[in-house]
T-cell receptor, first 110, second 112 residues
Framework: DQQVKQNSPSLSVQEGRISILNCDYTNSMFDYFLWYKKYPAEGPTFLISISSIKDKNEDGRFTVFLNKSAKHLSLHIVPSQPGDSAVYFC?????????FGAGTTVTVRA | EAGVTQSPTHLIKTRGQQATLRCSPI?????VYWYQQALGLGLQFLLW???????NRGNFPPRFSGRQFPNYSSELNVNALELEDSALYLCASSRDSIDPLHFGNGTRLTVT
């Protein structure tokens, strides 16, 4: 049962433009949401998070938006840079641990 | 600060054998998590250990097991290996339930 879904397996964006990654979840008990970034041959690294009591969190070029009523969150990367090319995982936390989405592969074109 | 370390980096086994994967958490982290990333799939939760006890396990058969040692390092054991067990196995650690997970680079298990 996939409680966290990333329906877009890939995203291609031009350098300097905005990247928008989407994530949907089904479990209303999730209280904390995170985004991780993964390069090939490396483990995922934490990028940004948001508590369920907030609707927006910003950190430099990265902004995460949470719409609890729609059970939807998104990650905006502005402006996109070549080093942002990676796999991005959405994750949600409930009492018994983190559930991850399947990931979205972002390719930033020069 | 040293990150999460996993060994071996690569492991090749034949069907029916057993595999043991090891993980050392970041110093001061008491929780260890194991995830499986099969080709084309996301991170599937396997096991969570905290303070030496299993706190939760994912939807995997009992031949996937593990333990956490007093120094908080952890082992993942996979018995009676099947071809579909071929995957990247990621270990992560955290200080507590609020701290984001910090991942190692994984062990690539290949079952032939």
């Amino acid at each position: 049962d996939q409680q966290v879904k990333q329906n877009s397996p890939s995203l291609s964006v031009q350098e300097g433009r905005i990247s928008i990654l989407n994530c949907d979840y089904t479990n209303s008990m999730f209280d904390y949401f995170l985004w991780y970034k993964k390069y090939p041959a490396e483990g995922p690294t934490f990028l940004i998070s948001i508590s369920s009591i907030k609707d927006k969190n910003e950190d430099g070029r990265f902004t995460v938006f949470l719409n609890k009523s729609a059970k939807h969150l998104s990650l905006h990367i502005v402006p996109s840079q070549p080093g942002d090319s990676a796999v991005y995982f959405c994750a949600a936390r409930a009492q018994l641990g983190l559930s991850f989405g399947a990931g979205t592969t972002v390719t930033v074109r020069a | 600060e040293a990150g999460v370390t996993q060994s071996p980096t690569h492991l090749i086994k034949t069907r029916g054998q057993q595999a043991t994967l090891r993980c050392s958490p970041i110093s001061g982290h008491t929780s260890v998590y194991w995830y499986q990333q099969a080709l084309g799939l996301g991170l599937q939760f396997l096991l969570w250990y905290d303070e030496g006890e299993e706190r939760n396990r994912g939807n995997f058969p009992p031949r996937f097991s593990g333990r956490q040692f007093p120094n908080y390092s952890s082992e993942l054991n996979v018995n009676a290996l099947e071809l579909e067990d071929s995957a990247l196995y990621l270990c992560a650690s955290s200080r507590d339930s609020i701290d984001p997970l910090h991942f190692g680079n994984g062990t690539r298990l290949t079952v032939t």
